[in-house]
């Protein structure tokens, strides 16, 4: 059974595909109610989550499917030491796919090896991100129109923004990219994303710490949270969380059609004051999350 670990290992074709479901999902919802008649997700949560945990629920109920699991470490057989591979093993005997979301890196791609059932990574670590991803595709080609030809600005904890990590993986596949990765020097894109992503693929970007003196050049601007789960002392936390905070004053040399992105939660990052704007497109994301979810299980589980 196929799993998703990674957002690479969809081809850029079957993105389009599952984008294509996603938006006759939006227009047609009537028509997908059944489809996961009789099938159940397991969500597994091992770390917090408000939107990814529940609009895969979300997601799989408006398929017609059923939901089970849990949304925390310490409700599970995990708090009496049961390893993962146990516990992926036990829910595999009861469910037809898997969501998980977990704090270790690579934890998701263990579990993969532990069942044969699906296993769809909802974040692990500070590594990846895939359904956000495509979350974050729908929403780009819905306001873009298109993947190639664009301007990306990404900013804030991109060393342990694993939102980041993925989208930069999945964007670097398109013509025409360029990546502009602002942020603290403390919290720059890890090496190996910049070697085994960016420069094999060629993709033209840069890094710098400051967000007002590249605002004009983007058309889209990512902005995310500094991750203070990932920090190894607070102190660290405290001095970098503000380092960027989006206030309308600081759009003004943003050009017109730019598309203000974040997969939320927001701390402080961006005032609520820009949610006005009709470039801020963050609860779109929200939105749209259900939909490619839905569209994916339907994919994962072979439902036509
Ligand atoms: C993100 C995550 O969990 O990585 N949230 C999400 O899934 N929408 C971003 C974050 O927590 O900052």
Known sequence: ????????????????????????????????????????????????????????????????????????????????????????RTVGYYADIIAMRHPKEGAPMVASMSTDIPIINAGDGGHNHPTQTLTDLLTIKREKGRFDNLTIGFCGDLKFGRTVHSLIGAMSRYKNIKMILISPDELKVPDYIKQTVLEKNNIEYYETNSLESVMPDLDILYMT??????????????????????????????????SIMHPLPRVNEISVAVDKDKRACYFKQVKNGKFIRMALIMMLLGVE
């Open 1 to 88: 059974m196929r799993s998703l670990i990674d957002i690479q290992e969809l081809s850029v074709e079957e993105i389009d595909n599952l984008i294509d479901t996603a938006n006759d999902i939006i227009d047609n919802p009537q028509k997908y109610s059944q489809k996961c008649k009789g099938k159940k997700l397991a969500t597994l949560f091992f770390e917090p989550s408000t939107r990814t945990r529940l609009s895969f629920e979300a997601a799989m109920y408006d398929l017609g499917g059923n939901v089970l699991g849990f949304s925390e470490a310490q409700s599970s057989s995990s708090a009496k030491g049961e390893s993962v591979s146990d516990t992926v």
């Open 225 to 258: 949270r500094v991750q203070r789960e990932r920090f190894f002392n607070e102190q660290d936390y405290i001095r970098l969380k503000d380092s960027y905070v989006l206030t309308p004053e600081k759009l003004i040399d943003a050009k017109d059609d730019l």
